[in-house]
């Protein structure tokens, strides 16, 4: 079956800080990728995604490129904004003979960025 | 621009109860999902539904019920609400093929006492 691990947080930055959070994955068939991100007191919003290996998703200064070798997802941002505190989701959508097209989801990691 | 509009937004429930959760995209998605968040469970899976007047378990479907009658609504039924379903629901939609992510709606924080 399908599943997704990402680094378990939370993670705590500096303004200004980079920030990376690992995401990796196990899937039959061939997945598209995405992060979804979680403001406080919302709902999940796409942040960025990528559909076919080597492709980088990108949005809002955040990248993810996805590496078919090492099957992962991984999240960065150069520098991250005290706005961009939020939970973090790394996840999995794939096709193999009628899966429903069922995002599968990582655990969430919360990041806080203090001023 | 409503995307997923999901109602109420809370509710306090006693031990019994029962209630509806009602969701409405107005994409035109096939697609629809009941998800609970509970904290350090990440999102779970309740029930979906791939068109209208069809629905399937999810993986913790146990004490819930939906319908999809119209393929803009999906409804969540709790008939006796337990404290366990103290929880975060979330209903999101998406389109067919593997290329689309989901469409999430801002939530209904459930109380069950």
């Known amino acids: 079956g399908n599943s997704v691990t990402q680094m378990e947080g939370p993670v705590t930055l500096s303004e200004e800080a980079f920030l990376t959070i690992n995401c990796t994955y196990t899937a039959t068939g061939y997945p598209s990728l995405f992060w979804y991100v979680q403001y406080p007191g919302e709902g999940l919003q796409l942040l960025l995604k990528a559909t076919k290996a080597d492709d980088k998703g990108s949005n809002k200064g955040f990248e993810a490129t996805y590496r078919k070798e090492t099957t992962s997802f991984h999240l960065e941002k150069g520098s991250v904004q005290v706005s961009d505190s939020a939970v973090y989701f790394c996840a999995l959508i794939t096709n193999s003979g009628g899966s429903n097209y069922k995002l599968t989801f990582g655990k969430g990691t919360l990041l806080t960025v203090n001023p | 621009n409503a995307g997923v509009t999901q109602t109420p937004k809370f509710r306090v429930l006693k031990t019994g109860q029962s209630m509806t959760l009602l969701c409405a995209q107005d994409?035109?998605?096939?697609?629809m999902y009941w998800y609970r968040q509970d904290p350090g469970m990440g999102l779970r899976l309740i029930h979906y539904?791939?068109?209208?007047?069809?629905?399937a378990k999810g993986e913790v479907p146990d004490g819930y019920n939906v319908s999809r009658l119209k393929k803009q609504n999906f409804l969540l039924g709790l008939e006796s609400a337990a404290p366990s379903q103290t929880s975060v629901y979330f209903c999101?939609?998406?389109?067919?093929?593997?290329?689309?992510?989901?469409?999430f709606g801002s939530g209904t924080r459930l109380t069950v006492v």
């Open positions: 999101a939609s998406s389109s067919l093929g593997t290329a689309y992510g989901y469409t």
């Open positions: 994409m035109n998605h096939e697609y």
């Open positions: 539904s791939v068109g209208e007047g069809t629905t």
